[in-house]
């Protein structure tokens, strides 16, 4: 087995909180790995411009984190395109193994691994995926081409998933569990202002039906307690993201919603010496620049981590 | 006494986090209010391009803040140009009183501030205010063409001020309190790579002494606990920020740094429905794209508080 480093950081992740920690680790002259399958994460996947990148009016999410990386490969530091399927403290020290079974040694790391779209559960979501039931209104929407859909879930990406899909469809239902949207306003109304969105609060989806692909969608109105049913083609899923964090379970602990729990101040786990940052822990709101926000302050206390344990 | 609002939200101080804070409310279509004399703050002082705002290679302070003002403008927000002398909570509601004799009401605040600099507070310090003491390199550096200048401080904004002084003065003393330098390891180098500073540490500054203008500051070497004297024409203080918050006093507890106490998890003070973020709160590192994080977050949790206060 080869292990490679030392490395005083490595970086897990690729989206804006991992490349903020990078580029401030290597500002601080860190000898610093970043260890990322692809760079960008969810910020490739969104399916709207990004208008709250502060100082850019709109861009592309794509655009945007190309700018990220332009900036990274500024400094340098050393970028292993894999993914973690293990991390062991021993001692003093973090001993990673990826995927394709390369071992990496370091003081300090930070997780900065995001986050997945969150499954609702239900009886058919499972056996729809590719037939109906899609995770990523980017890639499926075009194949809605004047159906009707439906939209699970109230939040931000549920309404930006709206706006998207109200280019290609006829009608679009939004089902939210609870009794309001928790959305922002101006997302909401511009979904309104599309004409071709339906809200229904209080609804509780129940169950996916069909022969062959999606046919209906079966939910609970929670007010009445009454089954409804709603005639679709497509279902989008967009109540939230599960956090990446499959390979940590002993060293940090979880949040309700499967967060990494941190210090709000320091971005420390449970750990010393592990840190994690943007939207694989419990911050709120998941935002791109608090993610950023975040990833400095992981990075900066990592860097204090690691010049106290070199004293000893 | 005409007062104006009632709004949502008013946000104090044009810097960074000031200005997330009001695209946020903005966004959240929230009736808001920013109170800013002008905006930047720290970041037009900046004497360095800025180099770690992600996505953006390099920039100056001022371009930064334009880019940061042009975003803002594409959202309907209210500005007043003026200074906050006074906040008083009445019942649910927010009084707010600016030096020019305004007065505002609002259900919920945001104090983004930022800070000034600190003085060093010793023996001729203000007397020299003028005469070779400076608080502000980019002002006042090519002042001293060819002379001999001391820094006071090791973080990073010591280093940037040494790296500005360093294309005009023939020698640097850089002088701090403590055993070791607090700036990045990178700042660190660039220092030394001119050649032109010597770094002093465990030196406690006791004196600035001249006739009429600064000839010699007068330190204690802490190690030996001699007393010593470097002859200089300009002393540039540069020891951190003292937080603006002169109009807040009995609102909100504060730090031994004099900074705002926060809830890192909310930006919420001690006082309901009063938030604070960026460089004015105990917020770690500060940073611009932490206060511009801490900004979105100030903003969802005073939207979710306002939501809650007008329920009631």
């Not at 996947?45 to 592309?60: A, F, S």
């Not at 332009?70 to 970028?79: E, M, S, T, V």
């Not at 300090?108 to 979501?125: Q, S, W, Y």
């Not at 439906?150 to 939210?176: D, F, Q, W």
Request: charged share 25%; net charge positive; with cysteine.
């Amino acid at each position: 087995m080869t292990i490679h480093g030392l490395y005083d950081v490595i970086i897990i992740g690729g989206g804006p909180a991992g490349i903020t920690a990078s580029l401030y680790a290597a500002r601080q002259k860190m000898n610093a790995l970043i260890i990322t399958r692809e760079f960008g994460g969810q910020i490739t996947r969104k399916v709207t411009p990004v208008e709250n990148w502060p100082g850019t009016v709109q861009i592309t999410g794509p655009d945007l984190i190309n700018s990220f990386q332009k900036h990274l490969r500024k400094h340098k530091i050393d970028i292993e395109r894999d993914e973690v399927s293990k991390i062991k403290k021993v001692k003093n020290y973090f001993c990673i193994t990826t995927k394709s079974k390369n071992h990496f040694k370091t003081y300090a790391v930070i997780v900065a691994t995001g986050a997945d779209p969150r499954p609702l559960e239900v009886e058919g979501e499972q056996h729809f995926v590719g037939k109906g039931v899609s995770y990523c209104p980017l890639c499926d929407g075009p194949l809605f081409y004047n159906k009707k859909v439906a939209v699970i879930g109230g939040g931000n990406s549920a309404m930006e998933a709206a706006l998207l899909l109200s280019k290609y469809v006829n009608h679009i239902y939004i089902l939210e569990a609870s009794d309001k949207l928790a959305a922002f306003k101006d997302n909401q109304d511009k979904v309104l202002a599309t004409k071709k969105a339906e809200i229904i609060t209080s609804a509780k989806v129940l169950k996916i039906e069909g022969a062959k692909t999606v046919e209906k969608i079966i939910y609970e109105d929670k007010t009445s307690k009454h089954k409804k049913e709603l005639e679709v083609d497509g279902i989008f899923i967009e109540i939230g993201n599960q956090p990446a964090t499959s390979f940590l379970k002993d060293l940090v602990n979880f949040s309700k919603r499967d967060e990494i729990k941190i210090n709000p101040r320091t971005c420390q786990t449970r750990t010393k010496g592990l840190f994690a940052c943007g939207d694989v822990t419990d911050v709120f709101p998941k935002q791109i620049v608090v993610a950023a926000g975040e990833g400095s302050k992981a990075a900066v206390n990592a860097y204090n981590y690691v010049q106290d344990v070199k004293k000893c």
